[in-house]
């Protein structure tokens, strides 16, 4: 896996599900489980048992003149808790040589930069400081591309979209994504309402006056929703539509009623012969 420098999100999401993978299996996800709120805690190096005051006891019985079951007992207890020492001893480095393991593997796919900025000798520790740092790059990544994406929407030429219903959803997925981005863009009316009605006059320019009027309040209370908005802008496509499609027809069955007009005048001619027929006939 190269290393990480988050250049997208992706990377991040990636990288966290690899950490975990690498984490368990090094049995090491248990101490360090950011919803866990009372882990086991790492081990601390345990200490050496104290030679000299073994020696010391020692010597002191013998100068008091203790009898020789005195420095054995010293000495069992000695070896007994030199015993112990080693068997915590092997436990503690095991553990140390499986949080180096996973610091190496850290410190191959993570930034140096970030390493740097973020390191911590406890491995819970700095996993979340690791965590915060990502998320925050990652949340200026968002911040970024949902400016981009506002600029691209509201500031680009005013033009008649192909498909007017697409554009309306374009317009929402461009604010929920500055929602998702924690910009404050969409909570301000006016910031956003002014260059959509921009936008929107090449092909709606008497539904935007009405929509002025209709939200006046909310607009001056600046509680606007886009998504309000988004449901009237769907209503007057739709119904504009409509009317375009009704005028069409009664255009094309006008032209029907020109025809029929026609065919009505021969055959009212025809009428006017008739009774000339019935004529010679008698």
Same mark, same amino acid.
């Given at each position: 896996?190269?290393?990480?420098?988050?250049?997208?999100?992706?990377?991040?999401?990636?990288?966290?599900?690899?950490?975990?993978?690498?984490?368990?299996? /090094?049995?090491?996800?248990?101490? !360090?489980?950011?919803?866990?709120? %009372?882990?086991?805690?790492?081990? *601390?190096?345990? +200490?050496?048992?104290? +030679?000299?005051?073994?020696? %010391?006891?020692? $010597?002191? +019985?013998?100068? =008091?003149?203790?009898?020789?079951?005195?420095?054995?007992?010293?000495?069992?207890?000695? !070896?007994?808790?030199?015993?112990?020492?080693?068997?915590?001893?092997?436990?503690?480095?095991?553990?140390?040589?499986? #949080?180096? =393991?996973?610091?190496?593997?850290?410190? *191959?796919?993570?930034?140096?930069? !970030?390493?740097?900025? &973020?390191?911590?000798?406890?491995?819970?520790?700095?996993?979340?400081?690791?965590?915060?740092?990502?998320?925050? &790059?990652? /949340?200026?990544?968002?911040? +970024?591309?949902?400016?981009?994406?506002?600029?691209?929407?509201?500031?680009?030429?005013?033009?008649?979209?192909?498909?007017?219903?697409?554009?309306?959803?374009?317009?929402?997925?461009?604010?929920?994504?500055?929602?998702?981005?924690? /910009?404050?863009?969409?909570?301000?009316?006016?910031?956003? /309402?002014?260059?959509?009605?921009?936008?929107?006059?090449?092909?709606?320019? !008497?539904?935007?006056?009405?929509?002025?009027?209709?939200?006046?309040?909310?607009?001056?209370?600046? $509680?606007?929703?886009?998504?309000?908005?988004?449901?009237?802008?769907?209503?007057?496509?739709?119904?504009?539509?409509?009317?375009?499609?009704?005028? &069409?027809?009664?255009?094309?069955?006008?032209?029907?009623?020109?025809?029929? @007009?026609? @065919?009505?005048?021969?055959? @009212?001619?025809? @009428?006017?012969?008739?009774? #000339?027929?019935? =004529?010679? $006939?008698?």
């Amino acid at each position: 896996m190269s290393k990480i420098i988050l250049a997208v999100a992706d990377d991040w999401r990636t990288w966290k599900c690899e950490f975990r993978s690498q984490a368990d299996m /090094l049995d090491l996800w248990k101490f !360090i489980d950011p919803e866990d709120e %009372n882990p086991p805690a790492f081990m *601390t190096k345990p +200490a050496m048992p104290d +030679a000299k005051a073994f020696l %010391n006891k020692v $010597s002191e +019985a013998q100068a =008091a003149g203790v009898d020789r079951d005195a420095s054995t007992a010293a000495l069992n207890e000695f !070896i007994a808790r030199s015993e112990a020492y080693q068997v915590k001893r092997d436990v503690y480095r095991d553990e140390t040589e499986r #949080k180096m =393991a996973l610091r190496d593997w850290i410190s *191959t796919t993570v930034n140096i930069n !970030i390493q740097i900025l &973020h390191q911590d000798g406890n491995l819970r520790v700095y996993y979340g400081k690791l965590l915060a740092c990502f998320d925050a &790059h990652a /949340l200026r990544l968002a911040r +970024a591309k949902a400016i981009n994406n506002w600029n691209d929407f509201f500031y680009a030429t005013p033009r008649v979209p192909q498909d007017p219903m697409k554009w309306v959803d374009e317009f929402v997925s461009v604010m929920r994504e500055a929602d998702s981005a924690e /910009l404050p863009l969409t909570k301000c009316a006016l910031v956003w /309402l002014l260059p959509l009605q921009q936008q929107a006059e090449p092909f709606l320019e !008497i539904s935007m006056v009405a929509m002025q009027s209709q939200f006046r309040k909310e607009i001056e209370d600046d $509680s606007l929703s886009y998504t309000k908005i988004a449901e009237f802008l769907r209503f007057e496509i739709s119904l504009k539509a409509r009317v375009q499609n009704n005028s &069409h027809q009664g255009g094309e069955g006008g032209e029907g009623g020109e025809g029929g @007009g026609g @065919g009505g005048g021969g055959r @009212g001619r025809g @009428g006017r012969r008739r009774p #000339k027929n019935k =004529a010679r $006939s008698s």
